[in-house]
């Protein structure tokens, strides 16, 4: 039998947040049974635990939505790690995963996790913010700040619009933008408060809508040094995404940037995890 765990991440309350099934030994699994577990657990990412490959890793991951399988796993990496320690198979404290070839250092707790990132982010190529604005339901006329490509990897494409056109976005699923421009990054930022609130459409990676996202959290960091959105200029900064409370699932993600000479040089994303579900599936195959 194949043991999960479901957990819902960046909350402190089941069936809030963005839910992720764990399965935390999956070693003796092919690609095809993970991909077959995650369209059974149906939800937006199943993490599969394996052994890592790489030197300095403390463990190996790959992701799978019910589509196919993600390279990225920083969206995942917060309730991975908290999922390990909770059932003992990891000591709570600094660990590094691995996922499609890159190394993410975790801080892992049983009940909430914090991931980081650093080095230069990412360049893009040039993108049309009108023609994604449109597949989001919005115009030119709905922008409040400079839109840009903004992340550690992957980079997202960041629009900023006033409460009101966050709160009626409605993302056409079928507009070939997506091809080529996979996500749609809304937000709404306060600078008292320092805080965004965040909408995520992920129609290119086989997401409609996600209601918590780390990565994208995390690149947020590099917009707001872009736009000296944040007070001062070198040093760290704390903000807050507020997501998810459109889908019935808010969510809060903790972060920090480090900005040197007005750029992100690193960042960081803190969220609680929550236990929800446990159980067990039959090996794909059998009967």
């Known amino acids: 039998m194949i043991a999960y765990e479901i957990v819902d991440m960046f909350t402190d309350t089941p069936y809030h947040g963005c839910a ?21 657990t149906a939800l937006t990412e199943t993490a599969f635990v394996v052994p890592p490959r790489l030197p300095g890793s403390t463990y190996g991951v790959r992701v799978m939505t019910p589509a196919g399988e993600s390279p990225f796993g920083g969206h995942s990496a917060v309730g991975t790690a908290s999922t390990l320690v909770r059932t003992g198979r990891l000591a709570a404290g600094e660990a590094v995963q691995e996922c499609g070839g890159r190394q993410l250092t975790v801080v892992a707790g049983a009940d909430g996790s914090s991931l980081s990132v650093a080095g230069e982010p990412l360049p893009g190529p040039e993108w049309d913010p009108g023609s994604l604005l449109a597949a989001c339901g919005l115009t030119d006329a709905d922008l409040a700040g400079t839109p840009h490509l903004a992340g550690f990897g992957p980079a997202f494409h960041f629009l900023p619009v006033g409460a009101e056109a966050l709160a009626r ?13 996979p996500d749609a990054v809304l937000l709404a930022w306060d600078p008292a408060s320092r805080t965004a609130r965040v909408r995520v459409f992920a129609p290119g990676y086989g997401m409609p809508e996600d209601p918590a996202c780390a990565s994208a959290a995390l690149a947020l960091g590099v917009w707001l040094g872009r736009e000296k959105a944040l007070p001062g200029t070198d040093g760290r900064h704390d903000y807050q995404v507020r997501q998810g409370e459109e889908l019935g699932r808010p969510a809060l993600l903790s972060c920090t940037v480090d900005l040197g000479e007005g750029r992100a040089r690193a960042a960081a994303v803190h969220g609680r995890v929550t236990a929800t579900a446990s159980g067990r599936l039959t090996p794909p195959g059998r009967p």
């Open 20 to 40: 992720l099934a764990v399965v935390p030994d999956a070693a003796g699994l092919s690609a095809a049974d993970m991909l077959a577990v995650a369209r059974e």
């Open 169 to 181: 976005a409605a993302a056409d699923l079928g507009d070939p933008v997506w091809a080529d421009c």
